[in-house]
């Protein structure tokens, strides 16, 4: 593939909702360029762009991929996208390198959660927008009835570019409303074009109207032009078509037809044509100089020294260790030594590569604003700026979404731990959405993930890539025990076994301390010698032992005052152990006369959901044992439900909220307290421990 300035590049994300047809259009694009000799469906696998085991087997896109092709000179970085929210990290990682966005839009589907999401991503992050409406030869499909949709969401950005023609319910061709050309398509897949009278077709004439003005309000002479009704050259159409899509005020209607390769031939054109080279989103990457701490900023300059950010990671055994990189400033050499800030480590550069999906594709240079990979970089993970060691810069990491779906993993050989582990780390190297958590208080390892889908996909990758399986099952939620009474327990240790035997007395007093952020309290109130000095560390560690698995349930025992106040002891066989076991025995045994309860996690919960979703959410919240604490109104007609509710609760609460809102739902939360269990909740808590510690038995 030859090298290109930075003016020839163009970086594009296809976004849209799951099963949209993105996969389909890029297999299309490939077909159309020439890159591929065939175009397979996503059904029968092999796509370009969904090369990856699972996404086979599963038929839907699970990773983000890179597919740059060749139009008119110009190099287009497509970067294909999952549509379903279980791999949204994916989604954050290419909108984090793109310079324009194509919003794929299924005909038949229409208008749909995903899409919404997708303008949402958009405007956000400052990304030009052209949407592509497809399977418009479909006779039910009403191109204009969501181009309507779209206007109501969105206002007159929204301007048609295209409409399909059609004879009865029979589908002809397109007109072209910004040439006012009627292109009728051939039989052989070629199309003649025709000019088109204004007057002949209102709809047309409507969207034609609706491009001018948004023509002439890019400027002062091009504003008197149209009320003087002087017509546009066709040079200061596309001038002004630019500059409006690179500011966002105009986002530009394309259709297209699955049975035809009409619609992505000229939306590659009109990626060329309409979409601005990288440095159209002015503050995609901002950071700091290292060495003076000053602001930093992407100028995709060749002639400056050369930076490039990380933005994502492929770890595959079979292909290899890629560092897929955007660069910033300068030139990319193959051969080459950089820095690494984040690491303070510095790097070889080797070969360079641009990745079409699977195929790699050698290059000695890649230019700022390109898109390509680095293979075998010792130390640099996704996030990473590589820039001189001489004039370090980093750059901030593009934001991610936080995982809050969880569920415990067991192995299913015994021993394997560690390579679970290992495997996992790699894993995560690739996904910054996938996390691994060790849960030693309640002696479990958890895997935190964007949903259900999401950590099944995990489990099956390990299976397939590194040879370790492991089974995902219900998490021990992080239970507390405590006491609500005062008792005043003894506990005696007392073995004769020939010789020196073991003994020790203690007598105590157990009760709240009101620190549940603590687990004990100990203290002392001996006269007289009952018990020695020298043995008080011993009983003040029996009582942290016994905290550590308290006796109701086996969970870490918070919130207990622990004092000492009588005993006695053996001048010949008392012994730290013997007091130290003495302790315990009390310590068991007093708790459980002291009105023990467990303590359940409070979390503060916040769900974004849809005016018209509250009802349902809200009194799904009220069965989940939730508290709700109030409302905020969003915009795009959205509330903030706020709750506090217990974590056990929430799980499997992705995939329920998901299934409530359409997928429209989206929450997050954070640990606020401990707060005692209703009674029948504890019940079947202590009911479930005692079933698993009679299994293990």
Known sequence: MNVYATESIRNVVLLGHGGCGKTSLIESMAFTTGIIKRVRTVTEGGTVSDYDKEEVKRKFSIQSSVIPLEVDGVKVNLLDTPGFFDFSGEVYEALSVADGAIIVINGKSGVEVGTRKSFEFC??????????????????????????????????????????????????????????????LQPNGTYYEKEVEEGVNEELDEYRQQLMEGVAETSEELMEKFFAEEPFTEDEIKTAIVSSIAKRDLMPVICGAINTDYGANILLHDMVKYFSAPGTVTDQFVGIKVKTDEPVSAAYDVSQPVSAYVFKTIADPFVGRFSLVKVTDGILKADSAVYNANRDAEERIGKLYVLRGKEQIEVNALYAGDIGAIAKLSVTKTGDTLSPKANPIIFEKAEMPEPYTFVRYVTKTKGDEDKVSAALKKLMDEDLTLKEVNDKANRQMLLYGLGDQHLEIVKSKLADRYKVEIELVKPKVAFKETIRGKVEVRGKYKKQSGGHGQYGDVLMEFEPSGDLETPYVFDEKIFGGAVPKNYFPAVEKGIAESCLKGPLAGYPVVGIKATLTDGSYHPVDSSEMAFKMAAITAFKNGVMDAKPVLLEPIVNLKVDVLDKNTGDVMGDLNKRRGRILGMNPLEGGRQELVADIPLASLIGYSTDLRSMTGGSGEFSYEFSRYEQMPADAQEKVLKEAAAEKENIK
Request: charged content about 30%; hydrophobic content about 40%.
């Open 123 to 184: 405007a956000k992050r400052g990304i030009p927008v052209i949407v592509y409406i497809t399977c418009v030869e479909d006779e039910h499909v009403d191109a204009s009835a969501i181009i309507d949709e779209l206007r109501e969401s969105y206002g007159n950005k929204i301007v048609p570019f295209h409409m399909p023609m059609k004879e009865g319910t029979e589908f002809k061709g397109f007109i072209n409303a910004a040439k006012m050309l009627e292109c009728r």
